[in-house]
């Protein structure tokens, strides 16, 4: 579709809903580990065949999945049209940016600039990094930065514990190469005995910048990260007593460095100092804060926040009650829990054609009512992309 036919559609979408997009679900299939089937597909609709199964829902998104097995716009999402018209969110933010961004937002950001997902898995994802800018920019990707938030109400899965960053003596005696051999062998998941494990708690969450080891535990996760799907596994066997492929090690690697070093490079891509601070869990822990918006008839609280690179909201709107938002920018909306209208428009939790939204820039700075039609709590998760909320709180740093 033309660029200028492509404007022309968001136009008009965006002046029919008052600055409000609806959005088509989007599934994204991994192979590395079974999905945990907490997404609320059928399930005959997990089980993709050679493409694994769907253990990801990317929310708002304007990345594409990089899959081993590429089908296409997987990871993009759609606009929900009225017309027989199929056009993604990616392409309308760059056929009509300032339409969906504002002018002043749109003069110094090209996109959307984040990435939000629920992620679904049985087991516990492998232990990796996501490389540094410096890093993923040689193989012309984005860098990753992340942050999680664990909401409440489901199954923890099999593995409820995530692995972080490395024991501090590691760093501090630049004993590197400690890590090496699991690499070169590729055959076991003992590079865990390394790391430091937390137990994961409904209601919580964590930051973690790019170049920090990490290995998620099995628990369904909200996750709001840099617009990027770049990573190194350096987990061989997973809890379902798979050997993942090593080709995941060496995936956003230069075929040059991989001779070079070998194994090796991904040595070379950790950020060694954050991984060995002796205060990992002050620093990086983020519980939800209540922030200054509490209402009657509900409240907000900072679920994702300790960088301005992202940044994330929860609001709770109490049965039968109003919500009265305004906000500072473009940001995306997704429905974990109950029913209502936001500003007019329906929504419901657990259906797919009605949980998700994205509120462009000029809606999203005028009041906007929220509202609650059901007898439980209307729960929505509110996503934002970098330097929207200039004033995200932000942690205490600890030293030793």
Not at 25 to 44: I, N
Not at 137 to 144: E, T
Not at 275 to 298: A, M, V
């Amino acid at each position: 579709m033309e660029r200028g036919k492509i404007r022309e559609l968001v136009e008009k979408a965006i002046e029919k809903s008052n600055g409000i997009l609806r959005l088509e679900p989007a599934w994204v299939a991994r192979t590395f580990l079974p999905p945990g089937r907490r997404l609320g597909l059928k399930e005959s609709e997990y089980e993709q065949g050679p493409r694994g199964g769907i253990c990801e829902r990317w929310l708002a998104s304007t990345t594409n999945a990089d899959n081993e097995i590429r089908i296409p716009d997987e990871g993009l999402s759609y606009i929900a049209l009225d017309s027989k018209e199929r056009m993604t969110l990616k392409s309308a933010v760059q056929a009509a940016p300032q339409v969906i961004m504002g002018n002043i937002y749109t003069s110094k950001h090209s996109g959307l600039g984040r990435l939000a997902k629920l992620f679904d898995y049985q087991y516990r994802i492998p232990y990796h990094i996501h490389q540094m800018r410096k890093h993923a920019s040689l193989v012309g990707r984005n860098p990753k930065e992340e942050a999680y938030y664990f909401p409440q109400g489901l199954d923890m899965g099999k593995e409820p514990d995530t692995y972080f960053g490395v024991h501090p003596y590691i760093a501090e005696e630049k004993r590197y190469d400690v890590l090496l051999p699991y690499l070169v062998e590729w055959n076991s998941d003992q590079i865990l005995r390394h790391a430091r494990g937390y137990h994961i708690v409904p209601d919580d969450g964590y930051h973690v910048p790019a170049g920090i080891l990490h290995a998620p535990g099995s628990a369904l996760t909200v996750e709001l990260q840099e617009d990027s799907d770049v990573f190194a596994m350096m987990q061989a066997k997973v809890g379902s007593g798979k050997i993942i492929s090593k080709d995941l090690l060496f995936k956003d690697v230069r075929p040059e460095d991989v001779k070079s070093k070998g194994e090796r490079i991904i040595l070379d891509m950790i950020d060694w100092e954050k991984n060995g601070d002796h205060y990992f869990y002050e620093n990086r822990h983020i519980p939800p804060l209540i922030s200054e918006t509490h209402q009657k008839g509900g409240e907000e609280y900072w679920i994702i926040y300790n960088t301005t690179k992202f940044s994330a909201k929860k609001l709770v709107v109490h049965p039968m009650m109003k919500y009265n938002c305004t906000d500072k920018g473009v940001y995306s909306i997704f429905v974990w829990k109950g029913r209502g209208k936001v500003d007019g428009n329906e929504v419901e939790a657990g259906n797919p054609e009605l949980d998700e939204l994205l509120i462009c820039h000029d809606r999203s700075i005028a009041q906007m009512v929220v509202e609650n039609s059901g007898a439980e709590d209307l729960v929505i998760f509110k996503f934002f992309g970098p330097d929207i909320n200039t004033d995200v709180p932000m942690l205490k740093e600890y030293k030793l």
